[in-house]
């Protein structure tokens, strides 16, 4: 079971540190992504990282703003978000896959999402 935190409000230009923390899971066997969505919009990517961690992959809308990582010996993956705007407004999600992309398809457990709201 995954289980992100970390989300809350926040004024544009702010940051935030969401957490995923995994039980019953070793999440060093799989690739860990970040994904969002928005009220009345799909879910979509932002961010992953890959079983080392390695290799970090983001969405070009998140690009040198969000940084993931992980730590496998405590078993928890991470978001680091600056530089927040509004459009970064949505419910953020944690997901676990055993080979790595960014499509949601290919990820096979997801965490309950953290709510992050950045007012202007």
């Known amino acids: 079971q995954l289980q992100a935190s970390g989300g809350g409000w926040v004024q544009a230009g702010g940051s935030l540190r969401l957490s995923c923390a995994a039980s019953?899971?070793?999440?060093?066997?799989?690739?860990m992504g970040w994904f969002r969505q928005a009220p009345g919009k799909e879910r979509e990517f932002e961010a992953r990282?890959?079983?080392?961690?390695?290799?970090?992959y983001y969405a070009d809308s998140v690009k040198g703003r969000f940084a993931v990582s992980r730590d496998n010996a405590r078993n928890m993956v991470y978001l680091q978000m600056n530089s927040l705007k509004p459009d970064d407004t949505a419910i953020y999600y944690c997901?676990?896959?055993?080979?790595?992309?960014?499509?949601?398809?290919?990820?096979?457990?997801w965490g309950q999402g953290t709510q992050v709201t950045v007012s202007s």
């Open positions: 990282v890959s079983r080392t961690g390695y290799r970090t």
């Open positions: 997901a676990a896959a055993i080979d790595g992309g960014s499509y949601p398809q290919l990820y096979g457990y």
């Open positions: 019953g899971r070793t999440l060093s066997s799989y690739h």
